[in-house]
């Protein structure tokens, strides 16, 4: 068998999950409320109303999870933890039950050696902590620093590898500027404000981690979604409206965190919504990092639209494109683009694939005792394929985290799209492996080599 797709020695194969997705029970042994939790009960704001209340039923059923990450032959899992199961009210009075459980989560990946990778925040904001402003309030930076070093201190002696944020983008973007996922907001003068109090907590968490006994044993890092940008045509316009889309959801994350400062269009795309940030803050944002995360999942093609606000333009759908379920463009050539991008414009920074993966039109049963998703198989085959062309292109590229492990609860969009690699039938909660699990498997098995077939 060829050995050119073979990867690097010590390369991490996961999958990744969220802790809303997938957890339920979300207010089990004194945890407290997320902004999820309240949005996803409020009629009209999810697909069919549905909420994550059950999801995979992850809390009580982690161990036989675990078990299937071995079967699978994983040797990392990302996951994330959720803020109101350790600090219930957000700050004040720490909750021990919350704190245990993810203890004896790490544990048993420990003991099935499974790299435990832990994100601190996807998107599941305390609702006390909203209640008082949540993003929007300066004081988070201070309330994320002890949520973050109070996990260090407790788990920093067994988890490796940690990440601040998980797509601040979609926080900011989906949360307070156009109000389609939780908190709701739709305001142009508070989605900078969001922004820069996430990168500042970020910055913050970082300080601690610094400063605990953590950092004798892991790295940390923060993941951001990127899709990389292309102009519809060289006209002026389309030119400057790519630019503008590619500040606007790429850069508006990548240049504060490595260079300490916001792209020129955000001023552009915000007007006077946009304000002035004081040195010191960027100053606390570029503290310097061990790893970037990666989320890519599809890449734009992008037209000027004046009426289109703030961003003044729009996406174009292409003629005979292979699309998902959520209609993106399977473009795994654009990851490869996008690795080697990142390593020529911020520089030999170790990279993570922390989530790629597609839904497709899943069965809502096994069938036989199978799940057959041939469109996920093709779609893995040839991203990891992308991502090995990326190494070879000189990219420090350290692992790869298929999103995601289960079928799980999709945020706004309830359960109607199934990512994962294995199936779950929501009425029983049993769990499939598909033939793309089966496929990554082999891939994992092979360290890569089962590509070039």
Known sequence: MSDSYRFPAGFLWGAATSAYQIEGSPTADGAGRSIWHRFSHTPGKTWLDQTGDVACDHYRRYVQDVALMKELGLNAYRFSIAWGRVYPAGTGRVNRKGLDFYSRLVDELLRHDILPNATLYHWDLPEALDDRGGWLNPDIVGWFG???????????????????????????????????????????????????????????????????????????????????????????????????????????????????????????????????????????????????????????????????????????????????????????????????????????????????????????????????????????????????EAIRGGVDLRGYFAWSLLDNYEWSGGYSKRFGIVHVDYETQRRTIKSSGRYYASVIASNGEILSD
């Open 146 to 388: 002890d949520y973050a070093g109070t996990l260090f201190d407790t788990l920093g002696d067994r988890v490796k590898l940690w990440s601040t944020l998980n797509e601040p983008w979609v926080v900011t973007d989906g949360g307070y500027l156009h109000g389609g996922l939780a908190p709701g907001h739709a305001n142009l003068f508070e989605a900078p404000i969001a922004t820069h109090n996430l990168l500042r907590s970020h910055g913050s968490a970082v300080e601690r981690f610094r400063a605990s006994e953590a950092a004798k044993h892991g790295k940390i890092g923060i993941v951001v979604n990127l899709e990389p940008k292309q102009a519809a045509s060289d006209s002026p316009e389309d030119v400057a409206a790519t630019k503008r889309s590619d500040a606007y959801m790429n850069r508006q994350y990548l240049d504060p965190v490595f260079l300490g400062r916001y792209p020129a269009e955000m001023r552009e795309i915000f007007g006077e919504a946009w304000p002035d940030w004081p040195a010191a803050d960027m100053r606390l944002i570029r503290q310097p990092i061990d790893f970037l995360g990666i989320n890519y999942y599809t890449r734009k093609v992008e037209r000027f639209a004046r009426d289109v606000l703030p961003l003044r333009t729009k996406p174009v759908p292409q003629p005979d494109a292979w699309t998902t379920q959520t209609a993106w463009e399977v473009n795994p050539a654009a990851l490869t683009a996008l690795l080697l991008r990142v390593k020529e414009s911020y520089g030999d920074v170790p990279l993570y694939i922390c989530e790629n993966g597609a839904a497709f039109d899943d069965p809502p049963k096994a069938i036989g005792g199978k799940v057959e998703d041939p469109q996920r198989v093709e779609y893995f085959r040839r991203h990891l394929r992308a991502a090995h």
